[in-house]
């Protein structure tokens, strides 16, 4: 089945900088690949997504890259914010795409 | 707004305790998931259904048995609670016939205790 590595586990950066989180899959087949952010106390919250049709994608100050042939994935933010503290979870699909196995998380705190 | 919710949101039980976590949706999905958050382990699936009649085992079903009573309602009962699975729980949905199929939406959680 799938396997999902996320890193780093926690992650301080200062307000302004640059922050970048990455993961690693498994399967080959995999075709999809979400971001999903939790801010404290809250729900987990899908933030982007990326298909296994192209290498990059941007929403604003965030983005992810996707190497299909080193099968690994990252997701970028720029200009940090305190209110992109939170704790980051990356995923992909498995068992014929029906279901999502999670990475770890990475905390991520900002400091003003 | 269309949205998932859970019942309760915070619980604290005793060791050997029967328990039931509730999950309903106005989304009007058809499937959803169970998953549980520890700390360091990030979400893990513990049972998933993609309708009412199709209940599915996740990762991490041992100790654990759900009924999906409806399209809008899916629960979660631990027969003989362990501190072990003192931890956070989410319920899901997803909409296979949605462009973004994959994407899923969280309940706001219910915090489990057991002692």
């Known amino acids: 089945g799938e396997n999902v590595e996320q890193h780093p586990s926690t992650l301080s950066v200062q307000e302004g900088d640059s922050a970048v989180i990455k993961c690693t899959y498994s399967?080959?087949?995999?075709?999809?690949f979400p971001w999903y952010k939790q801010e404290l106390g809250k729900r987990p919250q899908l933030i982007i997504d990326i298909r296994s049709n192209v290498g990059e994608k941007k929403d604003q100050r965030i983005a992810v890259t996707l190497n299909k042939t080193a099968k690994h994935f990252s997701l970028h933010i720029t200009e940090t914010q305190p209110e992109d503290s939170a704790v980051y979870f990356c995923a992909a699909p498995y068992g014929g795409f029906q279901k999502l196995v999670f990475g770890t998380g990475t905390r991520l705190l900002v400091s003003p | 707004d269309a949205d998932v919710t859970q019942t309760p949101r915070n619980r604290i039980t005793k060791t050997g305790k029967r328990i039931m976590l509730e999950c309903s949706q106005t989304?009007?999905?058809?499937?959803m998931y169970w998953y549980r958050q520890d700390p360091g382990l990030g979400l893990r699936l513990i049972y998933y259904?993609?309708?009412?009649?199709?209940?599915n085992k996740g990762e991490i079903s041992d100790g654990y048995s759900v009924s999906r009573q409806a399209q809008a309602k899916f629960s979660l009962s631990l027969e003989s609670a362990i501190p072990n699975q003192t931890a956070l729980y989410f319920c899901a949905t997803s909409d296979p016939y949605s462009g973004l199929a994959y994407e899923q939406f969280f309940g706001p959680g219910t915090r489990l205790t057991v002692l």
């Open positions: 259904s993609f309708d009412v009649k199709d209940i």
């Open positions: 399967d080959s087949a995999s075709n999809y």
């Open positions: 989304k009007g999905h058809d499937r």
